[in-house]
């Protein structure tokens, strides 16, 4: 019978005569749920049994009945069948509500100090309390509390944004143990409960209410009339399943979860337990009553003295409130005193994040000077899978509070977009309390808070670069002979600590360089590259300065789809061959970089599928005149049968070696690549496309036998066919060779088929020959025209004709004549089996 779970655990806990806390822990006068055992008899409880069930059947009879949304149901299905073995999320879920409902209340509390009210209920904390002779488990905060409204609204009707991405994760065998992250947290409670009330008191209503569910698609709400006054804030009281009360109705389990869960929570935490304790007491009273009679020699000081001496200690059971965490916050320590495992512990604990990733880094500091702030920053593991979806949506995720109070999670005015990936914490001394939200967000220190918080940012990104020896190994070799450089190339390089950085977050940089102009050259700082001379690492623009050839001004870079591509581009060659090394861009966003990256410490960058790249002839200039000249002709020739495909001008070219020809773009057009970006994008405007696209120029190489042998046929006979099919197939083949992707590709295919044919000597005019499913069609042609006169011949021998006229001359015959070629095509299976 005692075990019957009733709705109606607050039973007036007689907590007996209590010592003084030993810590600092205030008092609660008013109990909070629960039977502290031992303390209540065998026939009270009966009776408070007994009242608790007709409470609860009264409650059952009058109280608002809703369904839950259909989402959450779902999901509140499975997190009740769940075998999910650990259950323990559902505390640190709990706390965490209870925590940000304190947090609401306190940041109300600086604008209106009357919100928090007096005496008990302005102490702003969290107690927990376990029910051991029912099995219940309450968690009360003296947060902000809800309405009705808010209790349907917010425990059941409308799902959360994150409750089918949840849903869907937990389908997938994803891990239960993530459903904070999805904002879902509550519904964890049924993990270990089958039943559950939430008895909430808000401000705004004089009248507090229940909300209660067993987690059977259901839940009521009504008034709370049965149970002492809250004050202000939620209790929880959780009915533990039989499996789950065998585990968490412990206070021994209760105390290490808290420690290990909630050891950030910024709010007192305390737990009802038992200690035992060494009490003196009188000895036995007999005993005593003899003893205290003085006699003839004793004096009276002496008989007390005697007292005092026959006291005896024993163990006893004592109640009271035990505070769990150290409310001191992280921040606020010295940085030189938190080691790296409670940076770890931090971050984890106030990101939700429980996977066993640790941060990539973190920046521990003091700003002080007219703007004073602490921050902790972190650059987590990995980047969130949405980072870019909803780039310029997404708040950042820094938490901010003014001198130690939560203020808000979604300040998007403390970092700029691009770095909105880092997680921490700003505590600032220099910003008001008592203001709105909206005064705060104006604020002119934030502006400064700001400015030192992306320096911070920056200065810890480049310190993993600094830090990894991988990098420092980059910058030993940087300094060796240059030949010794390609022998770079190594597949089994260790990904060193910034590469790993730059896997995950290289985009934020670039957008960086992008959107942020004060910060450039320190955002330019922490590029990485691929290069012809890399190999498989990565190279900082410092490295490629330390690499470049004497009286080399200009740092080469090429854009393109792949690293691999690109090594081998026509557009490189006599770069290559000269010794210089080129970037590889093969980054889409590397396109919009380089607008915005123009110039590296002095240094120029140069696209080398544009036009405007210089490379020194090797000739003289009066011999590079006469070659010019001698190609004047073809040039001219060419440019004309190019006409209509956008092409600028022909020229001769001296950055090819093998390859006779390439075809570059104008400096301020778009290059091959962009070219191919913008094509593939869903939006791009055609007209832009048109006048985007650069001018296209075709360039030759003098030296190559093609180019040489074309310019004599030409000389000879400028009408040449052949002549002339050959420079569009050069064309053709040099776009492709230089990233483009081609408008007519069946037009190229022909041209192709038609040189392959001359090389087979397959004469120009020679046919195709017909195949077997051409034969076939000819033979079904064949057979139709058949059935067709076979029908019409033999009609009156064909059943299934016969069937339908019989049927027909019910109908108009005439109809009937009309549908004639119909009625055949369905009699031909039959004529065809026969045939
Ligand atoms: N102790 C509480 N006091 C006041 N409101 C609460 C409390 N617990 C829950 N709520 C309300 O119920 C809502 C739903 O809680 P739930 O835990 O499912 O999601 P969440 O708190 O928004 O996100 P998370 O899962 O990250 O904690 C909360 O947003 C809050 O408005």
New binding site residues.
Partial sequence: FLHIQSPHARVNAEDGEVEKPEDDAPRIEEPVGGLPAGLTTDAEVVQREAEAISARHLRSQNSQKFEFQAEVSRLMDIIINSLYSNKDVFLR??I???S??LD?IRFLSLTDKTVLGEGNDAKLDIHIKLDKVNNILTIR?R????TKE?LIK??GTIA?SGTSAFLEQVQQGGDLNL?????????SVYLVADYVE?I?KHNDNKHRYIWESKADGKFAVIEDTENEPLGR??E?RIHLKKDASELYAEETKLRELVKKYSEFIDFPIYLWASKEVDVEVPADEEEQAQDDRPNDEETAEEVDDMREKKLMTIKETQWDWELLNDVKALWLRNAKDVTPEEYDKFYHSFT?DLSADKPMAWAHFNAEGDVEFKAVLFIPPTAAPDLFENYYINKATLKLYVRRVFISDTFDELLPKYLSFLKGIVDSDSLPLNVSREMLQQHASLKTIKKKLVRKALDMIRHIADEDPDEKLEAEESNEDEDNLDEDVDSGVKKGKYAKFWEQFSKVIKLGIIEDAMNHDRLAKLLRFHSSKSGDKLISLDQYIVRMKPGQKQIYYITGQDKKQLEKSPLLENLLKRGYEILFLTDPIDEYLTQNLTEYEGNKFQNASKDDLKIRSKYDQARTKEIKESYKELTKWWKDILAGENVESVKVSNRLANTPAVVVTSKYGWSANMERIMKSQTLSEPAKLGYMGGKRILEINPRHPIIKELREKVAIDSEDESAKEAAQLIFETALLESGFVLEDPKDFATRIYSVIKSNLNVRPDAEVDVDDDDMEDEVEKEEADMDFEIASEDKNDNPQFNLHEETMELGDMQDAQSELPMHLTSSREPLKDEL
């Avoid at 947060?143 to 809800?146: E, K, P």
């Avoid at 904070?180 to 947290?185: A, E, P």
Wanted: proline share 0%; glycine share 18%; no cysteine.
């Fill in positions: 879920e709990l965490s509500n209870a940000d409902a609401k905060d947060g902000v509390g809800m808010d917010n425990l959360k459903i904070g992250q999805f904002g879902v947290g509550f519904y939430v909430s804030g939620t929880i939700k």
